[in-house]
């Protein structure tokens, strides 16, 4: 299928003015949140919540400004999602979490083990959102995400069944539905990563979806025509320019520009050493030639640390032509953490703030676009998602 038709070129946006700013921190043991100021100099904790419950992704709608959806996993409920309309002063779970449907009699059915991502869909349609789970799942919500049914074909479809392989395959912490993305010009322009089960694509709204998986290479031994050898890490849809997208992938970064079909690894530029893989990836806002990585060991055992146990933040300002080093401030050795694939993200400000959370439980953070770095909290949990949120 092909793709949307190109868009004719934009001036860069302005930033929004913000009077305040929030960090939203998932992890393995509960959720904080961090109130910043204008400048972004100080920060007030606020946690934690949910302590000792898995916390997979907090996003606050930026539709209304004040609702949080949580993505869950307790020891007695199992997975599910809270919700707060407040600023998490009180949060009320969901009255129909994310579930598969019950499969026939006599057959063997799946379970949701925990959501996984959660993404607002369109401006124009208040209080919907999607949710990606594990083993893979679509989901949808049309109240705020009180209730949760299953959305399109994809979570029975018997073709992407056999495309998601087994709970054995790939992550592991289990198989993954991730990067739902909502294009901005079109509440019917979808698209989706599955990890593993490469990226795919929807024109009418999730009825029917394409495999976009030209140019993307798989592990050496593997057919790169089948969609269940493709893992795609992180996918990030460029906010100024909605026909480029920019991918980290198991086997390099890459970008597309559309409406062509095809993925350009753009990733064989990064330094020989360091090598292009990783898990997270963040867009500038304004400028659809800048993207930023963390690249991390994805040689031989795959340890997921900092290569060498020296991190970095790596930048492109042309589309992946060139990539910087960006280290100022961050471990000059012996710092074996690495970055999740959601742990990544920046701000709307002027110049764009980024952040990122560690697998050590650090919560770093560069208010000039990673050329300085610094540490705004230590000693939490694994961190599993990092957002941000004007407010």
Known sequence: MAGRKSSPARPKQRPRAQRKLVVLVATRKGA????????????????????????????LDPRDGRTLLAAAKTGHLGPTV???????????????????????QGEKGRSVDH???L????????????AGTS????????????????????????????????VQDGTPDGPKMHSIIVDPRDPKHLYFGMSGGGVHESVDGGNTWTPLLKGMEVVEGFDASTPTFHDPHC???????????YQQNHCGIYRIDRPSTEWVRVGRSMPKRVGDVGFPMVVHPRDDNTVWVLPMNGTTVWPRTSPEGKPAVYATRNAGKTWQRQDAGLPASQAWWTVKRQAMTGDAQDPVGLYFGTTSGEL???????????????????????ETAGI
């Open 115 to 117: 959501t996984f991502w």
């Open 135 to 166: 083993p893979q799942g679509l989901f949808r919500s049309e109240d705020g995400g009180v209730t949760w049914s299953p959305f399109s074909s994809i979570n029975d479809d018997m073709k992407y069944r056999e495309w998601m392989g087994t």
């Open 235 to 245: 996918v990030r849809m460029c906010p100024s320019n909605p026909d480029r997208l």
């Open 82 to 104: 809270f919700r707060s309309t407040d600023m998490g002063r009180n949060w009320k779970e969901a009255a129909r979490p994310p579930a598969f449907a019950k499969a026939p």
């Open 119 to 130: 993404t607002p869909a369109h401006a124009n349609e208040p209080n919907v959102w999607y």
């Open 364 to 386: 770093w953070m560069s208010r000039d676009e990673g050329r300085k770095w610094s540490c705004i909290a230590r000693n939490l949990p694994e961190i599993y998602a990092v």
């Open 32 to 59: 904080w949140l961090l109130h910043g100021d204008a400048a972004r100099n100080s920060w007030r904790v606020d946690g934690p919540h949910f302590l000792g419950h898995i916390i997979s992704h907090l996003v």
